[in-house]
């Protein structure tokens, strides 16, 4: 039998608990009802290619996939893993979860099959919720081949045009209700609403349970500071597994919005949307609005000017990228930080220039506690910058679990980030950098480890990840190898092999004698990030 979802949480000591409740930042409310309440109207909702749906069209057909879940002997409590691309399907069987209080876990696009088994495994998740061939991958094959080697996933639900044997057809599943919604409790504001996952540092992901007073305070009050109403529409870009995109797209829902779906970041498309839909708000990670900015200048066909605000977080958008925003694609830019595992901040939207150009923001919530320290946990004096340490209303203490992980990522219910940070005397916070072994693709998050392992299963002696400076993406990923002469292409149809997510492939691989190491003994990553920008700055010098 699985356990109970709550059986593997953290839950905030009694005496925040109390606190967050009584000054109002814990509604004590599921997100299903709270969905349910703002859905009376016929005001337009999703748009999704040819398919438009009003708040009430909507919550009909949440509900239909609700009872079609309960009558497929999905109960409350329940894990099912969602891997789904940006389509209307997507937010309607997310919803019906959140009706029902199953707990969807909300894996991403380019895991194969050792997240998504992984993943499944850890949550006992009892159905696997997917689509047919999205970009060439065939996602419904992944699904059971995860399925049959699991003892917990009994159904595979699919959206394609045509299905494989044993599949069942989402799009069937999500058609509008007939009757009433299964007779079920509310689940309490304390329950796991939904699982996000944490690329984060060590090989497979991690599960950050979101209950539902803490998700719907963080995404309630994040469409509050961003203005979200009635006449907003909100354009989904990223892949609304990630939280970011997901917090705004729900925000928009409950507040009256209208959410226009993408396939893709593309500008091509995404301007033709905000052009045709008179899209007010789009979140984006700083590598899509490179994108954008290179293509506003070659392409000015579109009409963008409904845009209002510009949400850009994920990884750190450089100062003078900030810059042109506004001026080339118009409405305000907010800068933003956050991560899965809650604290999120924001500019405001009438924040001066330079904080929104220089800062990452502020924290979203009054209670929101910020620490900054050194590496062995001192605090730093104010102004420098430090590790930060995080705790708040919506940030949770603890991994899903996770013992031995919490034990290094919590330190007395503090959230470590692994950030490097300085706080502003304005409140305002800057990226400045990070301590944890991470690398940051585009805004996809790699455990360096990972790709270690790999290198060295692979046949190299040592290995050693790091991220190399990218004009696109922000970052790459690069590994030093020593020993045997490890081709790339051998070392990524290897990851390729084994399952891995296709962005924790390496693009680089540079063969050394020996790694460097630190006076402690630790690899030296500092000196090897020196050394790719070095070997990168000289072949474009030779390049010309
Ligand atoms: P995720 O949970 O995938 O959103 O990843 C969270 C991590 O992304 C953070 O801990 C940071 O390392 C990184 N991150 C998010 N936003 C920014 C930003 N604006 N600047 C630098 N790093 C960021």
New binding site residues.
């Given amino acids: 039998m699985p356990e109970r979802t709550s059986a593997g949480t953290t839950p905030w000591p009694p005496e925040f608990a109390t606190r967050y409740t009584a000054e109002g930042y814990w509604a004590g409310r599921s997100l299903g009802a709270l969905l349910g309440e703002v859905a009376g109207s016929d005001a337009p909702c999703l748009v999704d290619r040819g398919l438009r749906l009003s708040h009430r069209e909507l919550l009909c057909r949440a509900d239909g996939a609700a009872a079609r879940l309960h009558a497929l002997g999905l109960r409350p409590d329940d894990r099912v893993v969602l891997q789904l691309p940006n389509r209307w399907e997507f937010l309607v069987v997310t919803m019906a979860c959140l009706r029902l209080g199953i707990v969807p876990v909300l894996a991403l696009q380019g895991h194969r099959k050792q997240e998504l088994a992984a993943v499944a495994g850890h949550a006992e998740a009892r159905a696997i919720v997917t689509a047919g061939t999205v970009r060439g991958f065939d996602h419904e094959a992944l699904a059971h081949e995860v399925a049959a080697g699991s003892a917990t996933v009994e159904h595979v639900l699919v959206t394609a045009d045509e299905l494989a044997a044993g599949s069942l057809d989402l799009r069937a599943l999500c058609r509008p209700a007939t009757g009433p919604l299964p007779p079920v409790p509310e689940p309490d504001g304390t329950a796991v609403a939904l699982f996000l996952l944490?690329?984060g540092t060590t090989g497979a992901p991690k599960l950050i349970a979101r209950t539902h007073n803490d998700f719907a305070y963080m995404v309630r009050r994040a469409a509050e500071i961003c203005g979200l109403g009635p006449d907003s529409t909100y354009l989904a870009v990223l892949p609304l597994g990630?939280?970011?995109p997901m917090t705004a797209a729900l925000g928009t829902v409950l507040a009256g919005g209208r959410v226009v779906l993408a396939g893709s970041p593309a500008p091509e498309g995404a301007f033709a949307l905000i052009d045709a839909e008179r899209v007010t708000m789009t979140s984006l990670v700083p590598a899509v609005v490179q994108r954008w900015l290179d293509h506003r200048a070659a392409d000015r066909r579109h009409d963008l000017g409904s845009l209002r605000l510009i949400q850009v977080?994920?990884?750190?958008?450089p100062e003078d990228v900030a810059a042109r925003v506004t001026p080339v694609l118009g409405g305000v830019l907010q800068n933003?930080?956050?991560?899965?595992?809650g604290l999120f901040c924001l500019t405001r939207p009438d924040d001066p220039a330079e904080v929104v150009c220089r800062t990452?923001g502020r924290p979203i919530s009054p209670a929101d506690e910020l620490r900054l320290v050194d590496d062995r946990g001192r605090p730093v004096p104010d102004g420098e910058p430090g590790i930060l340490l995080t705790r708040g209303p919506y940030t949770p203490r603890g991994y899903y679990r996770a013992p031995e992980k919490n034990a290094q990522a919590f330190v007395d219910g503090w959230y470590n980030?692994?950030?490097v940070v300085r706080l502003r005397p304005d409140g305002n916070l800057v990226?400045e950098g990070?301590e944890k072994d991470?690398i940051?693709r585009g805004g996809e998050?790699i455990s360096a480890e990972e790709i270690e392992t790999f290198g060295r299963a692979a046949g190299a002696r040592e290995a050693a990840a790091v991220a190399m400076p990218d004009a696109e993406l922000g970052e790459r990923i690069c590994l030093y190898v020593t020993g045997t002469r490890l081709e790339l292409p051998r070392l990524r149809a290897a990851m390729r092999e084994a399952g891995a997510a296709t962005f924790k492939l390496p693009e680089r691989l540079v063969h050394v004698d020996a790694l460097p190491f630190t006076a402690v003994g630790k690899v030296d990553k500092k000196a090897l990030r020196a050394d790719i920008a070095a070997r990168l700055a000289a072949e474009q010098r030779r390049a010309g």
Avoid: C, I, P, W
């Fill in positions: 944490s690329g990630h939280g970011f977080a994920g990884s750190k958008l933003g930080y956050g991560m899965g595992e990452q980030t692994g950030d990226v990070r991470v940051n998050k």
